[in-house]
C-alpha cells in the first residue's frame, strides 16, 4: 500500500532519528571491543561492512550492476578521484573515531560532530563558492571562539574533534562532487578499502597477534562491526529521501548528544566549567546555523522550490 504524504514524512523522521540514535550509542559497541587495536578494529569494519552491502546488494538484486557502476566512475578520472580520496576520509574519521572512544575521548569526538556542520559551511564556501549569510558567518566566529577556548585553557588543541570535524566534512564534501546513492557509494568505498584491509589483517593473523578468534564474542563483534555501520546509513539514506533538509538538519545532533551523554554519565570522563562555556559556544552556534537553514528553506519554499534531500 502507497503511503500517503503523512505517513511518508513520519516514516522518514522515524528512519532518520533511529539512524542518529544508532549512531549515538555506536560507542558502546566499540567499548566492547577495547581490547582489540583500533586499527585492526577498523579493518574490520571495512571488511565485514563490504560483505554486508554486497548481501544487501544481492537482496536488492543489484549486485550485477556493480560491475557497470564501477566502470562508469572510473570513466570519469575526476569521480573516481573525489571517490578514492572520500575513501582514505571516512578511513581516518572511523579509525580515529574508534581510538577515541577507547582511549575514553567521548566528549571531545563528540565535539567534532558538534562542529562539523558549521565546517561543512566554510568547505561549502570555499571549495563551492557559496554564499555565506551574516548570521552563519556569526555562527563560525562564535564556534571558533569555543575551539579558542578549549585550547587555551587547557593548554593543547583540540585535534581529535578538529580531525573528525574536517574529514568527515571533506567525506560529504567529496560525496556530494561525486554523487553516487548511499547503498552503492557504501559499497565501492569499501571495495577500494577492502585490498588494505584484508592484507593489513592476514599479516596479523599470521603473525599470531590477530584478534580475530581469540574467543567467540570478540570474533562475533569484529564481524557484526559490518552491520553495526551499515544499518545507520541505510536507515539514515531511506529516512532522508522523505524529510526536508531542515529537518535533517535538526535531528543530526541526536547522535553527538547521547555520545556526549554516554562519555560523561557512563564513562565518566571529565566534563569541566571550561568545556561547559566551549559546547554552549558550539550549542549557541548550531542553533543560529539551524534557524538561518530552516527560515532560508522555509522562504524558498514560499516561492515554489521544492526540496530533496
Not at 500517503?4 to 513520519?10: A, D, F, K, V, W
Not at 536488492?60 to 550492476?65: D, L, N, P, R, Y
Not at 556542520?117 to 571549495?127: Q, R, Y
Not at 550549542?283 to 522550490?305: C, E, F, N, P, Q
Request: glycine residues 8%; charged residues 10%; contains cysteine.
Amino acid at each position: 500500500m502507497k503511503l500517503t504524504s503523512t505517513n511518508e514524512h513520519s516514516t522518514g523522521i522515524l528512519f532518520a532519528a533511529f539512524s542518529y540514535i544508532l549512531w549515538g550509542f555506536l560507542p558502546l559497541y566499540w567499548k566492547v571491543l577495547q581490547h582489540v587495536p583500533a586499527w585492526e578494529l577498523l579493518a574490520h569494519r571495512i571488511l565485514w561492512s563490504l560483505v554486508f552491502m554486497l548481501v544487501i546488494l544481492l537482496a536488492m538484486k543489484k549486485f550485477s550492476t556493480i560491475p557497470l557502476e564501477l566502470k562508469t566512475l572510473f570513466a570519469n578520472k575526476k569521480r573516481a578521484i573525489g571517490l578514492t580520496l572520500a575513501s582514505i576520509c571516512i578511513t581516518l574519521n572511523w579509525g580515529l573515531y574508534i581510538w577515541a572512544v577507547n582511549t575514553n575521548n567521548i566528549v571531545e569526538a563528540s565535539l567534532g560532530y558538534y562542529i562539523n556542520p558549521l565546517v561543512s559551511i566554510l568547505l561549502g564556501i570555499i571549495v563551492l563558492k557559496e554564499k555565506l549569510s551574516r548570521w552563519q558567518m556569526i555562527s563560525i566566529i562564535i564556534a571558533s571562539v569555543g575551539v579558542l577556548i578549549l585550547t587555551v585553557n587547557f593548554g593543547s588543541f583540540p585535534w581529535i574533534a578538529i580531525t573528525l570535524a574536517f574529514s568527515f566534512g571533506f567525506y560529504g564534501l567529496l560525496k556530494k562532487m561525486v554523487q553516487l546513492g548511499a547503498v552503492m557509494g557504501l559499497t565501492i568505498e569499501t571495495l577500494l578499502l577492502a585490498p588494505c584491509a584484508l592484507l593489513f589483517l592476514s599479516v596479523l593473523q599470521t603473525g599470531g597477534s590477530a584478534s580475530f578468534g581469540m574467543d567467540v564474542m570478540t570474533t562475533v563483534f569484529l564481524i557484526g562491526a559490518g552491520v553495526a555501520t551499515a544499518i545507520p546509513l541505510l536507515l539514515f539514506a531511506s529516512g532522508a529521501k522523505r524529510i526536508p533538509l531542515s529537518m535533517v538538519g535538526l535531528l543530526q545532533y541526536l547522535a553527538p548528544t547521547i555520545s556526549l551523554l554516554l562519555g560523561v554519565f557512563l564513562y565518566n570522563e571529565p566534563f569541566t566549567k571550561i568545556h561547559l562555556i566551549a559546547f554552549m559556544c558550539i550549542w549557541t552556534a548550531l542553533t543560529i546555523y539551524t534557524l538561518t537553514v530552516t527560515k532560508g528553506l522555509r522562504m524558498k519554499s514560499r516561492d515554489g522550490v521544492r526540496f530533496t534531500s
